[in-house]
Structures are given as structure tokens and as C-alpha cells.
């Protein structure tokens, strides 16, 4: 290496805008979410160090043991979701010989992915809504009326509605992932399978599928990921309700701090949401290393 | 006489009264002149950023009168002028006192710290709309009580129509339907308490004027209306048991709302007050519980119906009780205010010059500018005129009356004193029993603990030192 | 290769699924439209009926309801997107191309951002531009989404600007340009599809964002689309037919954006997922 030495000055002049919005940005309110989960903050007080007094109180937090219930199952079905429609799209569309088809088909299962999250989101609530809503009229038309009902208005289905939301699940970031990763896989290893007879589902599930691990590994984290950030499309659709039929944690700590003004329990929540985090990412990792290790 | 040039600055958001605002600051220039009556109609996108801005810091340039409750807050800062010393003043175009009863009642329900920030010149209520049509069809006629109610709304099921369109979300249970419907059951199952919190002699906000002598009488709606409450006495009492949520009157009130939401839509709790409208407008519900500001709306959307889908409607007010284990008294109003003028504090010079112009404002003959060119102009009013002798069209006359003259809530309860935690575990607990999920046992043994421990809270929240005395709210 | 023939029947089941599931992720994007121009009492009346008449002014009635916070996302895009270029790109280059002490500790550090999720910054954040007095300003959306940007723009330049052959950069010294023509003259220009895939993503991020702008602007004059959007229905006594209006008009910058740079941002997904 014969790299010449740039002067620090130069160096430190190109680094430091960045270093110090993240420094303000990032660490810092990093940090104080680490820290402020310890203490008794309420908006506009000055917060007091209580221990884990925070996390007693999310022990005994009644609202906060029901809303994970409901988590647990938005989990489930989001990695359900996401490992399922996605790769089945992702198959057909890789058994088309044609590739202006396939190209023509993949762009028009992302095109959703373009229309803003908020308006999918809005649109949704359109649809399930009890009085006009898309999905009543269809049921009317297919002679189901009866089973029309306010989707997101009962208990019963409204955790439903909200798994049920951009159905059939097809597109997405996670087709463009499939698709990228069956793209990986030679045609060697196809065509071969083609001259042993194994074809149709059977190549699906003993050679695509293990081939596909590092995407499904990816997609899963960032899946349970995303679903336990998420709560600002409950927001909008439910708010949690009715009663606390589609109440999460994510929300909790929303309302703690932003209805209630309770900075500091809230906060104890995002660090606790924060280790679940960093718990599923490091077993996803672990995961990853043992898959590995064969090769 | 009047200085020359000198200006009188109206900043308003009221579309209704645009015309009105125009025509009445002319007229009042012709009779003063040297005096400019500036107004300025702001669109409401931004009005109350400008405001906030404005009034602390334009000095002279900033706004005389505005829109008080877009801006709530100015008037605890010493922006606003106090109006109270001018409430008895002679109105120089009535040659009578210039704020009288119902008026008065409004104000003082509306007090401040004290003070009087603002004038009212109309309000918002409450009451059914009713699609007449469909009544008429049926045989049905707008029913006299609670009960008559109930059977009314069971033949409306009977023939196969939606008795009741209801919002039913969070929103709705905090500031739409449900919350209103909860509370004037709840004011009319609790009039008897408001002894129990009213402040007393030596309490720092105690009034004599006000408080004094006051008799409980269930028969008069204004009875307890210019009662001052003192918020730690009310807490003490809830905190000490005197005030309770789980006792045989809640339990009858909210065994008549559950009873009353069987008449509603299937899944109300998902239902948006524009899902609740819709189902009106479509005719599909028969009644709809709404505010006075819907007439206008209300009127133009069914215009633009196809002429088979237009109906007739009418409104009723919400019918009293009478079957009750309790002396229930009718129910009241949960209204607000409409259009209400603050004044902003410049110079005693300019004071007396806008509170001239308010005065004519405020005036039968300035008000009835007001409404004649609203109505002219065919802008909705968003609910009855506070000023007596103001001569509304005949047709938005009747439909006003039942709206009007059943006096204000004093305690209401949702949460424990719109402290929000407890309004949102209300909110979860109620929507939980009004689904069936739990009995009503299990509701209010709930709804008692959250208020319980919600007074902490509030304590903390309001500092307070639960001494009834001394004044210690915050800044 | 196999040649070409008539489709098989397996591959006809296939076409048929795709189609399908096609129309079914696409229906409530193709009834928007189509609800679009209808008033209410044509969807109480005809729900799956074409329009009649089909009414446009929605679409200027909606178009006016919206503009002001169509406006304001864009001004907050305009301003952060290249201020994130900028910056991952200058610090990209420096963390990849110029040796100092520690470097790869700044990097680490970085990188350690990508694992910290919103979910545990969002309240300290907020206390943090409360207390700087930027609550209900711009700069509340502007600087933590300039900082927060630049955190994957400066993983992605970094990589890329190491995966470049050290040939290119000695041969430019050689010739006696400095660090900054360097910078200007050769990683730059390289680097454009990289930096249009960042582009697209902090953009993707600005637009989609609900949250930040619902508790840190209070000031509807100020606020950016996607809060807007859920507020904006009740200007119109409640007709479903602008609203949806509305919806389609704020789709339309981020199918343009798209239009433009989908090949390069499904080339950055796919590509930058693998490597993750």
C-alpha cells in the first residue's frame, strides 16, 4: 500500500458533519433511552432516577400483558405471511420461459410497493369499513351479505382485519428478495433436477427452499423487525381497540408517552421492545452461523 | 367622539359570518366615522399559528377580536382583556345591561381563571335528527321520553331499518357520541354530588355570589350552572369513597346506554361519525345523534342526493327518563361554544373602542346582521344565536328549538377529569362491557379502581397540595 | 435453454395463479381510481359501476386540499435528501479510501446504528428537539432525518467506494489531483447508481414517515403529507370521492420517483440484501 497520508485536518473536516449529527442525533437519544428507562420522567419534569421501578410496573401493567397476546399472533402470521406469498409469486414467476412476461408480472406485483404506506393504509380502512366498505360490497355480490359486517369494529375479527391487510401479501420487498435469490441459483442445479425427476413442489422444498436460506433468514428478522416497531398502521386503523383487541406493546409505549406524558415508563417499554430486538437479531444470527458451518 | 382614524381589527375564521362580518363593519363605520372597521377572514390552515404569533408579539398591528376558542391558553397569559367589569355595563344600543341571562349562564360555565375571556354569540349543541320521512311511512312520531324512545327505535327494527347510526370509536367515546351520551347520563345521574365538591367558605375560589345558598333543585337545568366546583374537593371526594364509580347509579346509567346500543349499528365500535353519517344520508338509520353545527352540511348533502334518495328530517332533543329507581332529572346540554370574540389586551383607549363594537356586535339589531347574511349568503350557522330577540328564518327557527333551553352539564364523567390515562382505560373498559365482553360487574369494579388510581395522578399532574385553601395551580 | 412452445399445462396453472393473485393485490388500487370520480350517491347507488359522469373537479378540489402538505414533505425532501448524498458520500469516501487512526472504529460505530431501532430513539429524540425549542418547525423533521439518512448512505458508499480497484484511485494521484478532485472527479461520478439508490430510500423513508411529523408538528401549515392525508377527508362534508382523489394525487410523486429509479432501486435491494 502506497497510499499517501491525506492530512487529519482534511480527514476530520469530511467526517465531521456527519459524526456530530449523529452524536446528537443518534447516540445521544441512544443513550438517554437507555438511561431514562431507568427513571420516573413526566413531560415537562425533570426526570428521577427510580432503578426498575419502570419495569415492576410493566410486570403489573395489565393493558401491557394483554397487548402482548396480541403480538405474539401479529408475529406468527407476519412471518407466515412473508414466507409463503411472496416465494410462491416468486416460483411462478421464475417457471415463466418468457422473460418479458416475467419482467412485465414482477413489475406489476411491486407496483403497490410505489403507492405511499399511509394511502395503502387509508385505503384498507376503506375497505373494511362496515357501511360502504370494498370488501362488503364483494361479499354482497357474491350473495354473502350476511357475513358483512364492521371488520375493524369487533373484537372477534378486528385482529384479523389488520393480518388481513394488503392480502393477497404477494409483492412486495420480499418477492424482489426471493426472486433476486432464486435468480442466484444456477440453472445447472434446475436443469439437473429436471433429468433426476425432481420438479414441482418436491424441488421446491429439497433444493430451492434450503438455497434460499439466507434470504428467508433476512426476511424473517427484518419481519419480526418491522411488526414489533410497528404500530402506526394500528393507529390510524384501530388505535388499539375496540376494547383492546388490537392493542400492542409498540402502541402502549406510544400513548404512555405522548397521551399520558409518561417519557420514562415509555421509554422503559422501547428499551425493553429494543432487547427483544436485539435478542431475535442475535439468534438470527446464530442461526445463520450454523448454516454455515456444513458448507 | 371618536379619534379619527382610528382602526378596530376583526381577525376571524368564521366562514359562516363572512358576509355578515363585512356588512356589520360598514354600517358600524357610517354611524362612527373616523372609526375603520378592519376585518379579515383567514382561512383555517394556519389561523391558530398566526394568532399565537401575532397577538404576543404585533403589538399595535395585532388583531382586536378574534376566534377565542382556536386559541385557548392567551387569556391565562395576560393577552386578553378581562371582560367581566363590562358585563353589567348599559349597552348603548339595547339601553339595557349588556350580558343577560342565557348568555350569562354560558360565560360563566366557560370562566377562566377567573376572568371572562370572551363573548359568546352563538353555541353548539346536541339533539336526534330524524329522518321524517321514513317516520311518516312508519307512523312514527318524534317520541317525549326515554322509553318512548326505545320502543320507537324497536319498530324502526321491526320494518327493517337501522334505528341508530353511532360512532363508536376511541374518538367518539372521548369527544364524540358515546362521550356525549355518557355524559349527560352521567350529569343526570350525579347532580346530587355537586354539593359534595362545590367550594366552600374560605376555599380559595369560593364566590358567594355563586355559591351561597345554592339549593339542589333536579327541576331547573341552570340550578347549579354558575356553581364554582373545586377540583380538590372533588378528588377528595372520590379518593375518600364519597364519589363512587361503582355504585347502583352507575350501574342503572350505564345498564340504559348498553340498552340503548342494541339500536345501534352492528360493529358501532369501528364506526367513524362519517361512517355514523353516512348511514343517516343513505337513509339506512332513521336517527342520528349529531350537533347543531350539521344542519348546514346536512341540508346541502341531501340537495345533491338524487331527488328519490332526498328525505325530510327534523330534530329532537334527548328525551328524559322516567323509568328509574332514581329522581333522574331530564337530561342536559353537553354543548360549547360557537362563535366566541376575545379581546386583545392593547390600551384602555382601544379596549372601550372594541368593547363598543362588540357591544353593537352583540346587539340584536348587530346580530341579526350577522344571521341575515349568513342566510343570505346560504352559509350554515353552526347552532343556535346566544342573543335574545335575534329573528332566525322560521324553518331553521323550529329546528334550533330542541337544541335550546336544557342548560349545561356540571359533573360529567368519563375518566377522572379528562386526565387522559384514565379517559383511555375507560375508554377500554367500556367498549369491553358495551361489546359483552364483561358484565357490568366487572366493568364498574374496574372503572372504580382506574378513578382511584388516576387521583394520584392528578395530584402530581396539577400539583396540588389537597388543601382546598390555598390556590396552587401550576404557574 | 428449452425451446420454445406452446405453454404446458403446468405453466398455464401458473399463469393463471399469477393472474389471480394479480388482480387481487391490484383491486383496491384499480376501485380507488375508479371511486375516484364518483360521488356518494353514485357508490351508495352503483358501488361497481363506471362513473357517471365522471367527476374530475375532484381531483382539483383534492389537489387543492393537499397541496400545502404536499409542499411541505417536499420541502423537507429537497433539503435532506441531498444534504444525505453529501454526507455518506464524503464520509463514505473517507472511511473507505483515506487511512487513519480508528478508522475502522468510526466505521463499527456506524454500523452499530443500523441495529439501534426507532422504536427505543423516538421518545429521547423528541425530548432532544423539545429542548432545543424545534418543536413545530421544520428543522424537527429536517435534522434527525438528515442524521438518521445518512447512517445506511454512509454503509453503502463506504462498500462501494472499497469495492473500487485501488488501480483507478493511484493513477489519478499519480497524475497530482488531491483527496478532493478525487472525490469530485472519480468517486462521485462511480458512485451515481449507489447514491440513486440512497436517494430513493430516504426519500421512500421522508414520505412514508407517520409518526415523527404527528408528534413533533402540531401546525397544520406545516405538516407533511402522510399526517395530512389521514386529516384532510373532512374538508370535503365527508364525500368519499375527493378523498380517494386525494389518495391518488399523493401517489403520484412516489410512482414518478419509480418511473425514474426502479431499476436502480431493485438492483440496491437485491443486491444490498444479499449482503446483509
Known sequence: MSRRRTSLIVIALMLAPTLSLLAVFNYYPALLGLSRAFTRWETGEDPQWIGIGNFVAMWHDEFLRLSLRNLLILLVASVLKTLTMPLLVAELLMSLRSPRWQYILRTAFILPM???????????????????????????????????????????????????????????????????????????????????GVTGLRRVWYVDLPLLLPQVRLLVILTLIGTLQDFGSILILTGGGPGLATHVPALHMYFQAFRFGHLGYAAAIGLTLFVAIFVLSVLNLLWGRRLEKPL | MPQPNTQIFLATVSGNYREGFQRLAREYQRTHPGVTVKVQVMPLNGYETWLRTQIPGAGDKAPDLFNANFAWGMYEKGLLVNLAPFLNQTNPYTGKPWIHPPNRQFIEKFKTAGGVSFIPVDFVEIAFYYNASLFRRLGLSPPRTWEEMLALAQSIRNAGYLPFAVPGNADSY?????????????????????????????????????????????????NDSLVIINGERLLDAVRKGA?????????????????????????????????????????????????????????????????????????????????????????????????????VKKNPQQTARVVDFLMFLTSPQGAQILVDEAVRHRRPLSGPMLIPGVKLPPDLQARYRPFEG?????????????????????????????EGRISLQEFLRRYQRLMLEAVPRVIAMQKLDMNPRTKDTPS | MTPKRRLRPSELLAVL???????????????????????????????????????WDFYTQAATALQ????????????????????????????????????????????????????LTLIPTYA????????????????????????????????????????????????GAGDVQIYRHLALPLSLPTLATIAIMSTLGIYN?????????????????????????????????????????????????????MRAFVQGVTSGALKA
Open chain 1, 114 to 196: 410505489v403507492v405511499p404506506g399511509m394511502v395503502t393504509m387509508l385505503l384498507w380502512s376503506f375497505i373494511y369499513d362496515g357501511s360502504v366498505g370494498l370488501l362488503n360490497q364483494a361479499l354482497e355480490l357474491f350473495g354473502l351479505g350476511a357475513l358483512a359486517r364492521s371488520w375493524l369494529g369487533e373484537s372477534a375479527t378486528a385482529l384479523w382485519a389488520i393480518i388481513g391487510i394488503g392480502f393477497p401479501w404477494a409483492g412486495g420487498l420480499a418477492l424482489l428478495i426471493y426472486l433476486a435469490g432464486l435468480n442466484q441459483i444456477s440453472s445447472d442445479v434446475w436443469d439437473s433436477c429436471q433429468v433426476d
Open chain 2, 406 to 434: 336544557r342548560g349545561f352539564e356540571k359533573l360529567s364523567f368519563r375518566g377522572l377529569m379528562d386526565e387522559q390515562q384514565s379517559v383511555w382505560e375507560w375508554t377500554v373498559w367500556a367498549q369491553r362491557y358495551m
Open chain 2, 243 to 343: 364519589i363512587r364509580f361503582d355504585g347502583e347509579r352507575f350501574a342503572e346509567a350505564y345498564t340504559h346506554i348498553r340498552e340503548f346500543s342494541r339500536f345501534w349499528q352492528r360493529g358501532f365500535h369501528g364506526a367513524s361519525s362519517v361512517t355514523a353519517y353516512n348511514l343517516f344520508l343513505t337513509g339506512r338509520a332513521a336517527i342520528l345523534l349529531e350537533g347543531s353545527w350539521l344542519i348546514g352540511d346536512l341540508t346541502q348533502d341531501l340537495a345533491e342526493l338524487p331527488a328519490r334518495a332526498r328525505f325530510d328530517w327534523g330534530v329532537f332533543a334527548v328525551p328524559a327518563l322516567k323509568a328509574s329507581r332514581f329522581r333522574v332529572p331530564p337530561f342536559r346540554g353537553v354543548g360549547g361554544p360557537g362563535l366566541v370574540l376575545g379581546v
Open chain 3, 68 to 119: 400545502g402538505y404536499l409542499l411541505n414533505t417536499l420541502i423537507v425532501t429537497v433539503v435532506v435528501v441531498p444534504g444525505v448524498l453529501w454526507l455518506s458520500s464524503l464520509s463514505g469516501y473517507a472511511l473507505a479510501r483515506l487511512t487513519f487512526r480508528g478508522r475502522d472504529t468510526v466505521f463499527a460505530l456506524i454500523l452499530a446504528l443500523l441495529v439501534v431501532p426507532g422504536i
Open chain 3, 17 to 55: 395463479t399469477l393472474t389471480a393473485l394479480l388482480v387481487l393485490s391490484l383491486l383496491p388500487f384499480v376501485m380507488m381510481l375508479l371511486l375516484s370520480l364518483k360521488t356518494n350517491a353514485d357508490i351508495f347507488t352503483r358501488f361497481w359501476g363506471l362513473p357517471q359522469p365522471a367527476r
Open chain 2, 174 to 222: 372521548w369527544s364524540g357520541t358515546v362521550g356525549w351520551i355518557v355524559r349527560f347520563f352521567t350529569d343526570a345521574y350525579t347532580r346530587h354530588w355537586v354539593p359534595l365538591a362545590m367550594s366552600r367558605p374560605g376555599d380559595w375560589d369560593y364566590d358567594p355570589t355563586r355559591n351561597a345558598g345554592f339549593r339542589l333543585n333536579l327541576n331547573d337545568p341552570y
Open chain 3, 209 to 261: 414517515d407517520y409518526i415523527w411529523p404527528l408528534v413533533t408538528i402540531s401546525d397544520s401549515s406545516l405538516q407533511t403529507f402522510t399526517v395530512g392525508v389521514t386529516r384532510f377527508a373532512g374538508e370535503f362534508n365527508l364525500d368519499y370521492g375527493p378523498t380517494l382523489a386525494g389518495y391518488v394525487i399523493g401517489s403520484l410523486p412516489l410512482i414518478a420517483l419509480f418511473a425514474v429509479g
Open chain 3, 128 to 175: 432532544l428537539v423539545q429542548n432545543f425549542g424545534l418543536l413545530n418547525t421544520r428543522w424537527a423533521l429536517i435534522l434527525p432525518y438528515l442524521a438518521g439518512g445518512q447512517v445506511l448512505g454512509v454503509v453503502l458508499c463506504r462498500t462501494f467506494f472499497a469495492s473500487l480497484p485501488d488501480e483507478l484511485f493511484e493513477a489519478m494521484r499519480l497524475d
